[in-house]
């Protein structure tokens, strides 16, 4: 009995250390109390908040916050998104100002960036796409983004109701990466110095789901850009990708680039102006013919992804990309790969031909491809592993996965032949995952379970007596 008392002192310690907001659940470092319905920040008097990085209020019905929102806190990112609010009062961050680094505030109701927002001196990162009120837009005064702009890094905005470019968006001096995630449909052309204030730090900008109808010259201008995405700018046809609008001088240092939903019927021409350029997507564009002249000087190009283009074969015009490690074609119209479609991508490491019609690939088309080393085919049109696969030198991976694979002694002795190399222990030359569709059975497990009753084994695996 006399150790009652400590058990007990033990036992609260304990709950006390371990204390949760009501309604929240806390894991790890992060205190979630999103889609809870809250209208009120829960108390965290009792929680104990070391080691707490995290506090998610998102998804909930706050339209403001109180002063001192957050007392006895302690956080770096805080989460308020898709909520209601309308203001927060000066003083809302009290205690927590200096702790705070990355706050979303995106899918809200505010008309004006807070003054609260000011006392951060420490926010690296903030979002606030998606604000407005009837056709009103957030707006970005001089006072709370000059202040910001000492430690800002990172910076989230844009809504459909957003009319004007922002210009003291300048105040930004370190900003490393800018997205910009709708606009109003009629600001269709973004003024030239729209970038100013930040045209040394930015390495990442993301402009997507507006109605630009050209890639803003002020992009020229950011010298030491790495990552430029400029996707579902529906409005931006051919013309749009000016030459002009691209940083294309010696030391530019743009290395991924991604139009992927725009309206492109052509590869643009800048392409071969980006010297640093590794990476290139081009997906959900309604390309037409590929020619030749519109991929030549593409030296450095090494993963291309020109996936849903209403391809119907692969463009041998692309084979002419010297550097191309990686390609990826799904979602294309493409039925068949003939014997030479594939020729000339000698450097191919890993090719993609999944979510696709495909019903035929011809036995000699991959016999060119020596430095193939993975080959996904999910999601086709496809009834037998494709032969082809035999005559390749150095593939490791096939994904063979959602087709409707028979799986016959006909069609996979020469499989395994290839993949197990008729070594009884099953070192496997390479992996082949999918399911066969005429046996319930993986087709690594047929080439396991299955093939060495196949007639015809034997005398491939030249195991006496045969028969
Ligand atoms: C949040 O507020 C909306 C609008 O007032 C209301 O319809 C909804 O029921 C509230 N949600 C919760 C969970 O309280
Ligand atoms: C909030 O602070 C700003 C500047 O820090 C000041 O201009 C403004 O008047 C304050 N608002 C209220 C309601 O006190
Ligand atoms: C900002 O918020 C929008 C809308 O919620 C979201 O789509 C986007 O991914 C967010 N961006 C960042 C960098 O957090
Ligand atoms: C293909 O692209 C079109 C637009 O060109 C888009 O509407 C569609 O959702 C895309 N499909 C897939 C599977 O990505
Ligand atoms: C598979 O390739 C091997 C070696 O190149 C060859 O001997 C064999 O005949 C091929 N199998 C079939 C079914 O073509
Ligand atoms: C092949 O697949 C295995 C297992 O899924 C994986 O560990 C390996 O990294 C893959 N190899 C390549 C070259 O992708
Ligand atoms: C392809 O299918 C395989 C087998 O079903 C699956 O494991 C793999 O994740 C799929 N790959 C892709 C990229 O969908």
Same mark, same amino acid.
């Given at each position: ?7 007990l002192?033990v ?15 806390c ?30 209020l ?19 990112t ?5 909520n209601r609010?309308?203001t ?6 009290q205690?927590?100002?200096s ?22 001196d ?28 000492d430690?800002?890094? +990172? ?79 529906r ?8 030459l ?8 530019? /240092?743009l ?5 992927k ?12 102006y980006?010297?640093?350029?590794? /990476? ?14 519109s ?18 074969r ?45 019903k035929?690939?011809s036995?000699?088309?991959?016999a ?10 999910n ?6 592993v494709p032969?082809a ?6 593939l ?21 032949h290839?993949?197990? +190399? ?22 690594? +497990? ?18 006496m007596?045969?028969?």
């Amino acid at each position: 009995m006399r150790y009652l008392p400590l058990i007990l002192v033990v036992i609260c310690s304990f709950a006390t250390v371990h204390t949760c907001p009501s309604l929240c659940t806390c894991i790890s470092d992060t205190i979630s109390c999103n889609n809870r319905g809250l209208t009120i920040v829960p108390s965290f008097s009792s929680a104990d908040m070391s080691g707490v990085r995290v506090l998610d209020l998102s998804h909930n019905n706050f339209t403001s916050l109180p002063v001192n929102a957050f007392p006895n806190s302690h956080f770096e990112t805080l989460k308020l998104d898709h909520n209601r609010l309308r203001t927060l009062p000066n003083g809302t961050f009290q205690g927590v100002a200096s702790d705070i680094k990355n706050i979303d505030l995106s899918n809200n109701e505010l008309l004006t960036l807070p003054d609260a927002l000011a006392a951060l001196d420490h926010l690296i990162s903030l979002n606030v796409s998606n604000n407005y009120r009837g056709s009103s837009d957030i707006n970005l005064p001089n006072n709370v983004m000059r202040a910001l702009g000492d430690t800002l890094e +990172e910076f989230t905005f844009g809504s459909i109701k957003q009319t004007d470019w922002p210009r003291t968006l300048n105040h930004f001096q370190n900003l490393h990466r800018l997205e910009i995630t709708s606009l109003h449909p009629n600001l269709i052309i973004l003024p030239p110095t729209g970038f100013h204030g930040f045209e040394t730090t930015l390495v990442e900008l993301s402009i997507h789901d507006t109605n630009l109808l050209t890639v803003p010259i002020g992009i020229s201008k950011l010298r030491n850009l790495l990552t430029l995405n400029y996707d579902n700018n529906r409005n931006t046809g051919d013309s749009g990708i000016l030459l002009q609008s691209f940083p294309t001088s010696s030391n530019s /240092k743009l290395s991924t680039l991604s139009l992927k939903g725009d309206s492109l019927t052509i590869f643009p021409l800048v392409l071969k102006y980006l010297q640093k350029l590794t /990476k290139f997507s081009i997906d959900n564009n309604p390309l037409d013919f590929l020619s030749e002249t519109s991929v030549e000087g593409l030296h450095t190009l090494r993963e291309l992804t020109i996936r849903n283009c209403s391809l119907e074969r692969i463009p041998a015009a692309l084979a002419t990309i010297a550097a191309l490690g990686s390609i990826d074609f799904s979602f294309n119209a493409i039925e068949t790969v003939e014997k030479r479609d594939l020729q000339g991508f000698t450097n191919i490491q890993k090719l993609t031909l999944s979510n696709m019609p495909l019903k035929y690939i011809s036995r000699d088309s991959l016999a060119p491809l020596h430095s193939l080393q993975v080959l996904e085919l999910n999601n086709t049109a496809l009834t037998e592993v494709p032969l082809a696969i035999n005559f390749t030198d150095n593939l490791k991976n096939v994904s063979i996965g959602h087709n409707r694979i028979d799986c016959m002694c006909e069609n996979m002795v020469w499989l395994f032949h290839k993949a197990v +190399e008729c070594n009884p222990t099953g070192v496997h030359g390479f992996q082949v995952i999918g399911e066969c569709d005429t046996i319930h059975a993986t087709v690594e +497990e047929y080439l396991t379970n299955f093939v060495q009753r196949c007639p015809g084994y034997k005398e491939i695996c030249n195991i006496m007596p045969y028969g």
